[in-house]
């Protein structure tokens, strides 16, 4: 009796399909191999294939973006600004800052002083017209000492803000030139006149030892001065808007003399727009020189 061999087990093709194929129906291996893939497997995309582009952010995603980038935006805008450019510093405005500094000492100590030694310097230092004839090369000065109302006046403030912009564009010595001149030739076109009144018998003989001190005129005269070199839509307003506080200070006849005094001080300063003009561009010129040369590309 022959004995029946069992046929030799193949192996299984690497290739072979996960089910296996009936008879009689055609390409049942590329569906198996498409089976075998899966819906969910992606095919990596060959050396000539467009990859994939990457989903559209959504607008949640947008609204919920950290606001860093537009902090630092916002702080390097105010950086551009620099506001801190608008007080005095020892370095950038010398003149205003030590200036700055001596007036706000005398008006500390001179609160707590004896009032009545207060008004004794006050008035061995003021510039009538009894202490220009005997002495003005001291009084002139040092009635500039003085600031009428204390640091916290309203001409304080102008001074500090008005004086250190004059001083950053156009130096140290043409601001402190504009407010001298200012402050002198405003007394002297205030007290001249009280004098020759004196003279020919229109007021008193106390008018020659009216009080008169402080720092207004030269405030003024350095206003006068800044007008001139802002841009014309911001320099006509300046003018116009205290031109119109010192006339309705003129209006009010509370001090005739020291208003007109304002007003004559105001026009000082316009009249040497071509003095800072020119110190404007030879501080521009001196500051370009110094500047680092920047690296070639």
Not at 252 to 275: K, S
Request: glycine fraction near 6%; charge should be neutral; charged fraction near 15%.
């Amino acid at each position: 009796m022959a004995h029946r061999t069992a046929p030799a087990t193949a192996e299984p093709a690497e290739d072979a399909p996960p089910f296996p194929l009936l008879d009689g129906i055609p390409r049942q291996r590329a569906t198996a191999s498409v089976a075998a893939i899966g819906p969910t497997d992606t095919a990596t995309p060959g050396p000539c294939e467009a990859p994939t582009a990457s989903p559209v952010p959504c607008a949640a995603d947008a609204l919920t973006a950290s606001p860093v980038p537009c902090a630092a935006d916002a702080l390097a805008r105010l950086r551009a600004l620099r506001p801190w450019r608008l007080l005095p510093s020892p370095k950038g405005t010398p003149f205003t800052f030590f200036y700055a500094a001596v007036l706000a000492v005398i008006s500390v100590v001179s609160e707590h002083l004896d009032p009545a030694l207060v008004a004794s310097l006050r008035q061995g230092s003021s510039t009538d017209v009894a202490h220009l004839l005997s002495d003005p090369v001291l009084v002139l000065p040092a009635s500039a000492l003085w600031i009428v109302g204390g640091v916290t006046s309203s001409y304080a403030i102008v001074f500090l803000l008005v004086l250190t912009a004059l001083e950053r564009r156009t130096g140290a010595r043409c601001a402190a030139g504009v407010f001298l001149l200012g402050h002198v030739l405003a007394t002297l076109a205030t007290e001249i006149p009280v004098g020759v009144a004196v003279w020919v018998g229109h007021l008193p003989d106390s008018s020659l030892h009216r009080l008169d001190y402080g720092i207004s005129f030269g405030v003024a005269a350095s206003v006068g001065a800044l007008a001139g070199l802002l841009t014309p839509w911001l320099r006509w307003p300046v003018l116009a808007a205290f031109g119109a506080m010192l006339v309705d200070d003129l209006l009010a006849f509370t001090d005739p003399m020291t208003n007109w005094g304002h007003l004559t001080a105001l026009a000082i300063g316009v009249a040497t727009w071509p003095l800072v003009r020119r110190g404007r561009r030879m501080r521009s010129r001196v500051v370009s020189a110094s500047a680092p040369p920047s690296d070639a590309l």
